[in-house]
């Protein structure tokens, strides 16, 4: 996997071994062991995974009402914004990653 991802092995341990702390992913130990998905969180989204990583907070007036230098949480432009970001959040939420994966191997 980290071969096909293209990036560091020590780097792709430390996202599998984030995942497996939030139980998003399982790990076996020993000869036939590796890291699997568990049939209870088949309907993982993208935007699980990615949340485990980044905010998806597009602005620091969506944190807080208090980090709008306009008005403070009232503001025509944090409104607008809390639209998109509530958009992005609902798009990567539809994107299940069995989806990407048979998509993947097909």
Do not use: Q
């Amino acid at each position: 996997m980290v071969e096909y991802c293209e990036i560091l092995e020590r780097m792709g341990l430390r996202i599998l071994t984030k995942l497996t702390a939030s139980g998003l992913l399982k790990s076996v130990k020993g000869k036939n062991g590796g890291f699997f998905f568990p049939k209870e969180n088949s309907d993982i989204s993208l935007f699980d995974v990615v949340s485990l990583f980044d905010s998806f907070t597009i602005n620091r007036c969506l944190s807080s009402p208090k980090n709008c230098t306009y008005k403070h949480g009232d503001c025509v432009v944090c409104e607008a914004l809390k639209e998109i970001n509530n958009d992005i959040i609902k798009s990567f939420s539809k994107v299940l990653i069995k989806d990407l994966w048979m998509n993947e191997k097909n």
